[in-house]
């Protein structure tokens, strides 16, 4: 039983899962200090963790589904335009489409559940951030092939994700979650357009949109991305002005060495995609890198955990300086 159950963990893209711990924590730590709930912010992080699960495994069926695919010779179904390890559970026959859905099924039925139990217990407005994040889990597949994947991950993992929680756990919406969650936007948009450049010529080749493959060249891809992390910074001087946390909220720019690094790696890519950056101390965590490094693309999980691990970083810091602010922030 463990085992089935790490097996549709990995299935899942379970290493994504920081993202919305680490989201999270920041709002838990906020709410909790505003005299929020402690067990409802725990169970409102179990039905966020199985949304971005069902979310993961409908999307890779999604793309199963739609992407073209043909059998080498040694009769292996193969996805030639995607990066290696891509479903490959599903091409290795390890499981087949009606047991994703069955599972996609079972995660959000028990996120419904959470939702419903919230909607009894504190607000009817839960129901609103129930359907928001329904509509992104059922949508995401497509919204992301038409140049809309960063908008659906900035409204996931901030406004609706620090509302929700401030929500569940206070009783009541307010403004200052809002702007709490703006360097969560950034940094986990980053993130996912960290995710869409790598791919982009691969998306080119299945006629999927995004704002990655939009620019003429790799120099301006490139550039909008260091843009999205300036933003990420220059939001610490919006959530600082609004009295939401002391001048410890500039501690975040800690992190600038990473992002200075991420743009680095991401342009030896562009020159050489079979290019790995040699692994440092504060590469770290890399979870599972041994088997990365032999069955999937190692270049391409080396930039996606580089972007991951600034989100964690940031927030990880963003939540100690909230909860050992001496500023009033209720």
Same mark, same amino acid.
């Given at each position: 039983?463990?085992?089935?159950?790490?097996?549709?963990?990995?299935?899942?893209?379970?290493?994504?899962?920081?993202?919305?711990?680490?989201?999270?924590?920041?709002?838990?730590?906020?709410?909790?200090?505003?005299?929020?709930?402690?067990?409802?912010?725990?169970?409102?992080?179990?039905?966020?963790?199985?949304?971005?699960?069902?979310?993961?495994?409908?999307?890779?069926?999604?793309?199963?589904?739609?992407?073209?695919?043909?059998?080498?010779?040694?009769?292996?179904?193969?996805?030639?335009?995607?990066?290696?390890?891509?479903?490959?559970?599903?091409?290795?026959?390890?499981?087949?489409?009606?047991?994703?859905?069955?599972?996609?099924?079972?995660?959000?039925?028990? =996120?419904?559940? &959470?939702?419903?139990?919230?909607? *009894? !217990?504190?607000?009817?407005?839960? %129901?609103? +951030?129930? @359907?928001?994040?329904?509509?992104?889990?059922?949508?995401?597949?497509?919204?992301?092939?038409?140049?809309?994947?960063?908008?659906?991950?900035?409204?996931?993992?901030?406004?609706?994700?620090?509302?929700?929680?401030?929500?569940?756990?206070?009783?009541?919406?307010?403004?200052?979650?809002?702007?709490?969650?703006?360097?969560?936007?950034?940094?986990?948009?980053?993130?996912?357009?960290?995710?869409?450049?790598?791919?982009?010529?691969?998306?080119?080749?299945?006629?999927?949109?995004?704002?990655?493959?939009?620019?003429?060249?790799?120099?301006?891809?490139?550039?909008?991305?260091?843009?999205?992390?300036?933003?990420?910074?220059?939001?610490?001087?919006?959530?600082?002005? =609004?009295?939401? &946390?002391?001048?410890?909220?500039? *501690? !975040?720019?800690?992190?600038?060495? %990473?992002? +200075?690094? @991420?743009?680095?790696?991401?342009?030896?890519?562009?020159?050489?995609?079979?290019?790995?950056?040699?692994?440092?101390?504060?590469?770290?965590?890399?979870?599972?890198?041994?088997?990365?490094?032999?069955?999937?693309?190692?270049?391409?999980?080396?930039?996606?955990?580089?972007?991951?691990?600034?989100?964690?970083?940031?927030?990880?810091?963003?939540?100690?300086?909230?909860?050992?602010?001496?500023?009033?922030?209720?």
């Amino acid at each position: 039983m463990l085992s089935k159950f790490k097996f549709w963990l990995e299935c899942s893209r379970w290493y994504t899962l920081p993202m919305s711990f680490f989201a999270w924590l920041v709002i838990f730590v906020y709410s909790f200090k505003n005299g929020g709930n402690f067990l409802y912010g725990i169970i409102a992080l179990l039905g966020i963790l199985s949304a971005h699960l069902a979310t993961n495994l409908f999307d890779d069926y999604c793309d199963y589904k739609i992407l073209l695919k043909y059998k080498d010779n040694n009769g292996n179904l193969v996805l030639p335009n995607t990066q290696r390890g891509k479903c490959r559970y599903l091409l290795n026959g390890s499981v087949n489409s009606s047991d994703m859905l069955r599972v996609i099924y079972y995660y959000c039925t028990f =996120s419904f559940c &959470v939702g419903l139990f919230f909607t *009894l !217990v504190v607000s009817y407005k839960v %129901l609103w +951030f129930m @359907l928001s994040g329904g509509l992104i889990v059922l949508f995401y597949s497509f919204l992301s092939r038409k140049k809309l994947s960063e908008l659906a991950v900035a409204l996931a993992f901030a406004p609706i994700l620090y509302s929700g929680v401030y929500l569940v756990m206070c009783g009541h919406l307010s403004v200052k979650p809002l702007i709490l969650s703006l360097p969560t936007l950034f940094f986990t948009v980053n993130l996912l357009y960290t995710d869409n450049f790598l791919d982009k010529d691969i998306d080119r080749n299945e006629n999927k949109k995004t704002i990655a493959n939009s620019f003429f060249s790799d120099k301006e891809s490139i550039l909008f991305l260091i843009t999205i992390i300036l933003f990420g910074y220059l939001s610490l001087f919006i959530v600082y002005v =609004s009295h939401i &946390v002391s001048e410890k909220v500039f *501690l !975040v720019f800690l992190t600038l060495p %990473l992002s +200075f690094d @991420l743009v680095k790696s991401l342009k030896l890519y562009s020159y050489d995609k079979t290019i790995i950056p040699n692994k440092k101390w504060f590469h770290f965590p890399f979870e599972d890198w041994n088997d990365i490094i032999k069955n999937r693309s190692a270049s391409f999980m080396f930039r996606m955990y580089q972007a991951r691990n600034i989100m964690i970083y940031n927030s990880i810091i963003l939540s100690f300086v909230i909860l050992f602010s001496t500023i009033q922030i209720t």
